[in-house]
């Protein structure tokens, strides 16, 4: 079995400091994918010293973005980054802001591998630059998903997504039909990842009609208790690899206390 958690730690820090390394010893993972890092790579080697292969793309900006892949199996390859990735039309960003990062994970029958990729996309201001870029960026990781896909590899895309796919995915979707996260040509780009490129969104497949479960709340009000949450999180597999996959849990902490994260951790056990 291969157990992948994903997970958006809104600062490695401030995570570690309200127990999240009690819940990765408790779950204890084989891969684990961190978003929203904001660390250096010092920083981040040191809550994972020892058994740990740890790739890490912090941000070029201080104090923002930076996804990782940490694991505990043998890693035959490290990609970092989209900078390869050339969409027609689609002009380079001015700094590599720390979103992307696949690993080759090597599995017990080698050299049979599984590819794993970190990845946390823009959330996004509508009507502004901000917005802009984060098309931008869309378009960068439409493409690279696509070759990906048709590599022929089994591959894992896990990490915060920022768009909630359906109206199941948000609790109060009605009020934000306008808003970053929910506008429907995000929720397009996703249609094309489903629908034309094949990928498999296992939290829904495994969720069942939904409403949720939701993967986010906001720390503020009583979005928690009152579980008005939106699922952004998301694990996206190969058709391949997604028939091999045996449950997906969101691993939502029992009390607004318990959190370390105002995101929850998405984990999938893998029969490979």
């Keep these: 079995m291969l157990t992948i958690a994903t997970v958006n730690v809104n600062g490695i820090r401030a995570a570690v400091k309200r127990g999240m390394l009690d819940w990765v010893a408790e779950r204890g993972p084989d891969v684990l994918l961190l978003q929203e890092v904001r660390a250096t790579d010092e920083i981040l080697d040191g809550f994972f010293p020892e058994g740990w292969h740890v790739a890490h793309q912090a941000s070029d900006i201080k104090g923002r973005a930076g996804v990782a892949v940490l694991t505990r199996r043998p890693v035959t390859a490290v990609r970092v980054g989209l900078g390869h990735v050339h969409p027609e039309g689609v002009e380079e960003p001015p700094v590599d802001t720390g979103r992307w990062v696949e690993v080759d994970v090597e599995l017990d029958a080698a050299p049979r591998t599984v590819t794993v990729v970190s990845t946390y996309i823009h959330s996004g201001t509508a009507g502004t630059p901000k917005m802009d870029e984060k ?44 808003a970053a996260g929910f506008l429907p040509e995000e929720r ?38 009152n579980d008005a949450g939106w699922r952004i999180d998301y694990q996206l597999a190969t058709p391949g690899l997604a028939s091999l996959a045996k449950s997906v849990e969101v691993d939502r902490a029992e009390t607004y206390e318990a959190r370390f994260s105002d995101h929850a951790p998405v984990v999938v056990v893998y029969d490979v």
């Design 135 to 178: 098309y931008a960026y869309l378009e960068k990781v439409t493409a690279r998903l696509a070759e990906l896909a048709a590599s022929g590899r089994d591959v894992v895309v896990g990490g915060d997504v920022n768009i909630a796919h359906r109206e199941v995915d948000i609790k109060n979707w009605k009020g934000n039909l306008k």
């Design 188 to 225: 397009a780009y996703l249609d094309r990842w489903f629908d034309d490129l094949g990928w498999v969104d296992l939290g829904r497949r495994f969720g069942g009609p939904g409403p949720g479960p939701y993967t986010w709340w906001s720390w503020r009000g009583q979005a928690f208790v």
